[in-house]
């Protein structure tokens, strides 16, 4: 399920390749070019139309484009153009890491090549090299905005630690594919953390309407994707709970937090917080069973759950925690716990 989601599938890429082979030659903004070429000029331009490598032919490409005198030769076109063929027959052939070392070369000739940025880009992402493929990418996605490419782009912000970036390019995402319930998942626990809840509930609300009506990847199985789509609808309604209750309307705080814990039964965060929640409505009952499954799952909650339904308990049994087991039993046997 999570190679499905989290794969870099090249798709963007594709899509921007495309556009870019038809351009390459408008887009080299290099000097004005003469009509005019010497002979070993010639020779050179020669020597590249033969060979018929491509890792060579594109070498020999390259070092042509970097000798500063022949930023005017009139062959220049067509250099260049054995240079695209030559990288296309490289990424026929999978062989990235001469992609990579070719295409960072030319740029440093052409730095605004449209075609060899992208590449750049695909490159760098197929070696999870984050840092560089951020830094080509944006220079792809400007040339060819598209929601892949954006996605791929959230997606490596995300794995450098930068948030900033993450909901930069994560909102541009789903203005793109407001249907991508990956993206809007991270959207809304990044809004979350943050306490910044009107944006945390927007992206909650879509991504449950999304991963709900979503199909099935074809990847994944049927029991892998019904809990992927139940623990991403527990988490989003949690946050809408939170929210609520962070907002001290505490209904409906409760009617989002029992729908979290129905979609992923054993969520202590949400039994904590529909502990809290029933508390502030007065029904002490639902608070304290609510704490002890809280309690009773041992995660981060288990201690304060504890505390409040101790304080619970002997606040209706004269300050005595005789006959509370009865409660915690019953929570183990609602959550199904030995």
Not at 35 to 63: C, D, G, P, R, S
Not at 105 to 121: G, H, K, W
Not at 160 to 171: H, R, V
Not at 245 to 268: G, P
Request: aromatic share 12%.
């Amino acid at each position: 399920m999570n190679s499905a989601r989290n794969s870099l599938t090249g798709k963007a890429f594709i899509l921007m390749l495309v556009a870019c082979c038809a351009v390459l030659l408008m887009n080299l903004h290099v000097m004005a070019q003469e009509t005019n070429y010497t002979e070993e000029q010639y020779k050179a331009f020669q020597e590249i139309q033969a060979e018929q490598a491509a890792l060579k032919k594109a070498t020999l490409a390259v070092k042509f484009l970097q000798v500063p005198a022949n930023a005017k030769c009139g062959l220049l076109k067509n250099v260049v153009a054995e240079y695209g063929a030559a990288m296309q027959g490289l990424q026929k052939a999978g062989d990235w890491s001469e992609i990579m070392k070719l295409g960072e070369q030319f740029v440093a000739v052409v730095p605004d090549d449209a075609f060899t940025i992208s590449l750049l880009a695909q490159g760098y992402a197929q070696s999870k090299n984050y840092r560089q493929f951020a830094a080509f990418g944006e220079k792809a996605f400007s040339r060819s905005p598209n929601a892949a490419l954006a996605y791929e782009l959230a997606k490596a912000y995300r794995e450098l630690g930068n948030d900033a970036k993450f909901i930069q390019w994560g909102e541009k995402t789903v203005s793109l594919n407001p249907n991508n319930y990956d993206i809007l998942l991270e959207l809304t626990k990044s809004y979350g953390v943050a306490k910044r809840w009107p944006e945390a509930n927007k992206y909650a609300t879509m991504c449950i309407k999304a991963v709900e009506t979503a199909k099935k990847p074809e990847s994944a199985s049927e029991s892998d994707w019904k809990n992927y789509v139940n623990g991403t609808t527990a988490q989003c309604y949690a946050i809408i709970g939170n929210s609520a209750y962070e907002s001290k309307n505490y209904t409906v705080a409760v009617a989002n937090l029992e729908k979290s814990v129905v979609a992923f039964k054993r969520n202590d965060i949400a039994y904590y917080f529909l502990g809290m929640s029933y508390w502030q409505m007065g029904k002490a009952d639902y608070a304290m069973l609510n704490f002890a499954k809280s309690y009773v799952l041992k995660g981060s909650t288990s201690q304060a759950s504890k505390t409040y339904l101790d304080q619970l308990y002997k606040t209706g049994h004269a300050n005595s925690l005789a006959g509370q087991e009865r409660i915690i039993q019953r929570a183990k046997m609602d959550l199904g716990i030995q």
